[in-house]
């Protein structure tokens, strides 16, 4: 069973961020925004046709800044927002925005791929998620499975949350935390929790994890030196409410439980340089991409702490009798923690992977030359994982 | 005839014979015995034979002859009849003179013969006479021969029942006076006979008497058998008195046994007590003696719970053992040598021995024995395990040996007892534990001398690290160089040899129990387990195995907390793990096979894989150390990166100071290392290393424009190589300079992947660069993060190139450090805002005056 080999998708531009389109549950669709500081920046919606493995790309102006961070709305294909760099008179300032892709794009593009190319329309703007008060926005998070009206902003040391109105044209802040402490303390990253009712928010701040109550705006756990380094992303186990991973400058991934945290359940140490994205597979929580600066991207099958520790129990009830005997090899030598494998496409640091929100065997890499690398599990372990 | 002819011939012998035989035939003396000729003389013509017919013989001669045989035959005849004739003459004379003589002899006994008949006539008169007198006497005497024999009778009959009829009062006298054992004797002897005549009254009441007194006597012997207070010879006499008077054995077993046993229990307890308020009241005792020990010694602090070092409160184990010998096993072997006396031996030859006593009897001392073993072992087991301090083994040895010899007695004596056997595991125990304890004193060394070695890293003068924070000097090397080759291969030196020496001494303490005067050291487990189990695999490879994974803590605990351990000490515990992996490991096992003669029976962990174990402990602290010292130095950088604000900065005028530090820092580090590992080796230096300039974005807009359209094409990796290559030609052959991007593309394309966090190997140059790895590639991700004005990139090329002139010749590969340099000035390009950069020459003029 040969695997297929990986599409690389290049950009003229280098580039940080990248997202799934959430929204999206048919196409195999990835936005990727772009940095540049003398140019127009752009956002290029990558689509990948899986079977027939090419690439159609779309281009679409963000003229407002470099992007550091985007992110897709659950709801609304058609929203998205940005963090983004904008320098005036010497000063470079980050903001955040809701944006809209123009309604054509797709349409556009199906015509006439190279016009596209050369006179790419323009996002219209929706709202500013910006409060000059309260410093430099780092990251915004959709509520996820919401309904596309709430967004979290986090900038400096506050956390916002949003309220969208009148199809997100306007934002208002509805509550506000902040972290207080010794020294200019910055969120760096944050991850809302799609457990506990869209209740909870993880946020990262230098070598510290905390966990937030969303009614109260209120610290509910603290993870002190979660990392020996700078704590760079976080992410839910989409099926497991307590589970939490998290990466860093340490070289390390770590799991968490949030009722215990003093120790990390598990602890990976892959890479060779600071790792810059975790992500689990929205489906099949054994499996976590990891992405690192050391130019590689691992994916790992954490079997021992997801949600399906001994593979697919139920399914046993339903076998046949004849399948018994099979069955019973299998669960004899259960699969073991480890890594699937490591994808050396990248040249440069990768900061961005992303499981596709269509495919759940499916994902892209996104280095900082602009090279987007989009993979496939391997046959062999998706079979084991489905059979 | 020719018989005649052939009978002249013979010589003497033959001759002779016949000559003889003829007498003999002549004087009818023939005995007609055996006579192989006689059938052949039947012959009549034979003429020598005794039927010889003349007749015959001539008629047979005169049929058969002629004439001229017959003439001769006359003449032979004639001849031969002259020649007998002078034979008989000749024997005539030879014997006369024979004849005369007897006949003389004959004629002289005649005469002495009459004489001694008359002799003999008077004797036997004589004798008559005799014979007459004697019966005489005796018919006389005949009466009082009777009388006599009969009033003997009745002597010793009156005797005997003079000695019944006293034996009461006898028997009194005896129990009065104490004499049990003639008490006894006596009337086993009246005792048959009083039997026999129990039916006449006076002996009945004889008897009776007796039977009162003996059980009395039986009562007495019993109450002081009971009492006990009598000494171990008193009581076995008891004892067999009591037997002879027939006591039932397996009820004098019992009372002897248990007799024996309160003596020894008394033993017991008094051994007891002395552990006791020890392990009992250890503290309330360990209070007193503190007190005591306070007005002698002086410190309270010195009761530590090492015995050694404790004014011990108890009697040192020795002497402990040497009681419990003297007092309880030898008062143990007393009683089972009576016992066995007594009952076993004696029974065996006695009347007893049809009752099976001997198997009973026995059966019951070894129950009794084991029983008062196991509690005189827990006794000492307990005592053993109070022996907790590591100072003096040799006690403790000696202690054991003796036990265990004077256990080889109860051996001796009880042949089947499982007494030794489990002695021998006690020692065995004891060993084991001693070796445990051993192990975890080594280990408390070990940990005692690291922490030594922390605080002499921490002292200022020493560490090498404190020169540096304290070193305003110019790169701080001639602080540190001259005060650190003091510190880390002494330090390194004095630990190693330290711990090695420990290791010998306590080799030399267990050794103890293997040496040649010791018995139990000729046990199969003392000569093959003990050895290779417990001090080959428990002690000294468990040690090794710790001295590892302690190291490895080493790494795993400090690492995310940062720092906790000092850095020197992780590179000087590498070092101590690479030395153990090259000779120590090896020289240590060695030395106990040596010691030790460990024959491996068992499967022992063999000298490779402790090496390799410590190798890999080795690396892993190395590599450790590089990233902690990595980690201190990026956090410099970034610290530098992220603070300030990269537009709105100055035109750079100096190296910024954090550069000068990292730059002090890692020639200190160089300088640490140094001490400690080899060189290493590097790639050739160009002649012009640190000159190098950058090529760096001298740039006009339209180049970067045509690389930047260019680097994305990934995709056609094939074009682009060709692409590339040929502005690789073009650019060489013009000496154009050269776009950084399109330089540092080709460098990721024709070289290998620098992995940043990478295992480095054991020399200076690898470590170093690890470090510089480190530290650069932070830098790069951090100025990838913020945006530069045009005086921002200026000063990030100054710093560059400022680090690009010392860091160089710390690593193994100078392109590495070129590369990544490179690279940091490229991504500053790429985040400035207006990427004018500065001149090559302003910026080595900056460099060289800072």
């Known amino acids: 069973m040969e695997d297929d080999a990986p599409v690389i998708y290049g950009l003229e531009f280098q580039a940080r961020a990248l997202t799934a389109q959430t929204a999206e549950t048919d196409a195999i669709r990835f936005l990727v925004g772009t940095q540049s500081l003398k140019f127009d920046n752009q956002i290029h919606i990558i689509d990948f046709d899986d079977e027939n493995n090419i690439i159609n790309k779309n281009v679409l102006l963000h003229q407002a800044g470099e992007i550091w961070h985007i992110g897709a709305s659950p709801a609304d294909k058609a929203v998205l927002t940005t963090c983004y760099n904008k320098t005036s008179d010497s000063r470079v300032v980050s903001c955040a925005a809701v944006w809209r892709m123009p309604c054509d794009w797709e349409t556009g593009s199906h015509e006439s791929p190279d016009d596209s190319a050369h006179n790419p329309q323009t996002l219209e703007l929706l709202c500013h998620l910006d409060d000059s008060t309260h410093g430099n926005a780092a990251c915004v998070l959709w509520e996820p499975m919401g309904d596309g009206k709430r967004v979290i902003s986090l900038a400096d040391n506050h956390a916002l949350l949003w309220d969208l109105q009148e199809s997100s044209t306007q934002a208002t802040v509805s509550s506000t935390a902040t972290l207080e ?90 890479h060779s340089h600071w790792v810059w994205s975790v992500r689990y597979n929205h489906s099949h929580d054994q499996l976590v991409l990891t992405a690192s600066s050391d130019s590689r991207l691992i994916l790992s099958n954490m079997v021992s702490i997801s949600s399906e520790p001994f593979g697919h129990l139920v399914d046993d009830e339903e076998l046949s009798e004849g399948e018994d005997s099979h069955q019973e090899d299998k669960s004899k030598e259960p699969l073991k923690d480890s890594v699937v494998s490591t994808y050396e496409e990248h040249e440069d640091s990768v900061y961005a992977a992303e499981w596709s929100s269509a495919d759940p065997w499916l994902f892209a890499s996104l280095s900082y030359d602009g090279r987007l690398v989009i993979n496939r599990v391997p046959r062999a372990l998706k079979y084991r994982i489905l059979l | 005839m020719e018989g005649e002819v052939d009978g002249l011939v013979p010589e003497d012998p033959g001759r002779r014979r016949r000559v003889h035989g003829m007498l003999k035939l002549y ?107 004697s019966a005489r006497i005796s018919g006389t005497l005949q009466d009082q021969h009777a009388q006599i024999t009969k009033l003997s009778g009745v002597h010793t009959l009156l005797r005997k029942l003079q000695f019944l009829f006293e034996l009461p009062a006898r028997l009194n006298k005896c129990l009065e006076l104490q004499a049990y054992a003639q008490a006894v004797s006596s009337h086993r002897r009246a005792r048959c006979v009083l039997q026999q005549y129990s039916h006449l009254p006076s002996f009945k009441g004889i008897q009776d008497d007796c039977h009162a007194i003996m059980d009395k006597l039986a009562q007495e012997l019993r109450q002081k058998f009971r009492d006990g207070g009598s000494s171990a010879k008193d009581l076995s006499e008891c004892v067999e008195l009591l037997l002879q008077l027939d006591e039932p054995a397996e009820e004098l077993c019992d009372k002897f046994l248990s007799h024996a046993r309160s003596r020894l229990e008394s033993d017991l307890q008094s051994l007891e007590a002395e552990i ?100 005189y072992f827990s006794i000492v087991e307990r005592r053993i395990q109070e022996e907790k301090g590591v100072g003096d083994n040799s006690l403790l040895v000696r202690a054991l040996d003796r036990f265990h010899r004077r256990l080889q007695a109860v051996a001796k004596l009880l042949p089947g007892s499982a007494v030794p056997n489990q002695g021998t595991e006690i020692v065995i125990r004891a060993a084991t534990e001693r070796v445990k304890q051993y192990l975890s004193a080594l280990q408390s060394f070990y940990m005692d001398s690291l922490t030594d070695v922390r605080q002499a890293l921490a002292t200022p003068r020493l560490s090498v690290g404190a020169s540096v924070t304290g070193g305003g000097t110019h790169l701080g090397g ?233 680097t994305p094409r990934y995709c056609n990796n094939l074009i682009l190589y060709i692409v590339l290559l040929i502005n690789v030609c073009i650019l060489f052959t013009c000496s154009a300079p050269m776009d950084t991007n399109l330089l540092s593309n080709i460098h990721k394309l024709f070289s290998e992947r620098i992995d940043i966090f990478s295992s480095v190997e054991f020399n200076k140059v690898s470590v170093m660069t690890g470090i510089i790895k480190i530290s650069l590639k932070t830098f790069l991700e951090c100025v990838r993060l913020r945006t530069f004005g045009r005086y921002g990139l200026q000063q990030i090329q100054v710093d560059c190139h400022y680090l690009q002139m010392y860091l160089w010749r710390f690593v193994s590969d100078e392109n590495l450090v070129h590369f990544l340099l490179d690279e940091i000035v490229g991504s500053s390009a790429h985040r400035c805002l207006d990427p004018a950069p500065m001149e090559q020459s302003v910026i080595e003029v900056i460099c060289e005056r800072g």
Not at chain 1, 183 to 189: N, P
């Open chain 2, 27 to 133: 004087y009818g003396l023939n005995n007609e015995g055996k006579d192989p000729e006689q059938s052949e003389s039947l012959d009549p013509c034979d003429i020598n034979g005794p039927h010889f017919d003349p007749e015959v013989y001539l008629n047979k001669l005169r049929r058969e002859r002629s004439l001229a045989e017959l003439m001769d035959e006359e003449t032979c005849m004639v001849k031969q009849i002259r020649s007998l004739d002078s034979d008989m003459q000749t024997l005539v004379y030879e014997n006369y003179n024979k004849f005369i003589s007897a006949t003389d002899t004959i004629r002289k006994m005649k005469n002495d013969f009459k004489k001694m008949e008359d002799e003999m006539d008077c004797l036997s008169a004589n004798m008559a006479a005799i014979t007459d007198f």
């Open chain 2, 478 to 710: 001639p602080v540190s160089s001259r005060d650190a080759p003091t510190s880390l291969p002494e330090l390194l030196s004095s630990l190693s040899a330290s711990i090695l020496n420990q290791i010998k001494s306590v080799l030399a303490s267990v050794h103890l129990f293997t040496a040649k005067d010791i018995t139990f050291s000729n046990k199969p487990y003392f000569k093959g387990e003990f050895c290779s189990q417990g001090v080959r695999e428990s002690l000294v490879v468990s040690f090794i195995r710790f001295v590892c994974h302690s190291s490895r803590q080493f790494c795993e605990s400090g690492g995310d907390k940062g720092g906790s351990t000092p850095p020197a000490l992780l590179l000087l515990l590498s070092r101590l793990c690479l030395d153990y992996e090259t000779s120590t490991i090896s020289y240590i096992l060695t030395l106990t096979d040596e010691q030790f003669l460990v024959q491996h029976h068992s499967p022992v962990t063999p000298v490779t894989t402790l090496c390799a174990e410590a190798r890999e402990a080795a690396q892993k602290l190395l590599n450790h150390y590089v990233k902690v010292q990595g980690l201190i130095i990026s956090q410099m950088l970034r610290k530098s990166v992220e603070t300030r604000d990269w537009v709105n900065t100055i035109e750079p005028r100096n190296v910024r100071a954090v550069m000068k530090r990292v730059v002090e820092d890692t020639t200190s580090i160089d300088v640490q290392v140094g001490l400690l590992y080899e060189e290493g080796v590097r790639k050739a230096h160009s002649s012009d290393s640190s000159k190098r300039t950058f090529s760096v974005y001298s740039s006009s807009r339209q180049q970067a424009r045509y690389a930047a359209s260019y």
């Open chain 2, 276 to 375: 006791r308020p020890y392990s009992s009241t250890s503290s309330v005792k360990d209070a007193s003696a503190r007190r005591q020990s306070t007005a002698a010694a002086g410190s309270p602090s010195d009761t530590s719970p090492k015995m050694s070092s404790l004014p011990s409160p108890n009697t040192d184990i020795l002497e402990f053992i040497d009681r419990g010998c003297n007092e309880f096993v030898s008062s143990l072997c007393l009683v089972i040598t009576s016992y066995q006396e007594l009952f076993i031996n004696h029974a065996q030859t006695g009347e007893l021995a049809s009752k099976n006593i001997p198997q009973m009897a026995n059966g019951k001392l070894h129950a009794f024995v084991d029983d008062l073993a196991v509690r």
């Open chain 1, 181 to 270: 402490g010794k020294g200019q303390l910055k969120f760096t990253s944050g991850k809302w929790s799609p457990h506990h009712n869209c209740g909870q928010l993880a946020t990262a701040n230098d070598t510290a994890i905390r966990g937030w109550d969303l009614r109260t705006m209120s610290q509910i756990y603290c993870i002190e030196n979660a990392h020996g380094q700078l704590v760079r992303d976080l992410d839910f186990n989409p099926n497991r409410q307590y589970y939490l991973a998290s990466c860093g400058d340490d070289c390390k991934v770590k799991f968490w439980d949030v009722r215990n945290v003093q120790e990390p359940v598990k602890t990976l140490e892959e």
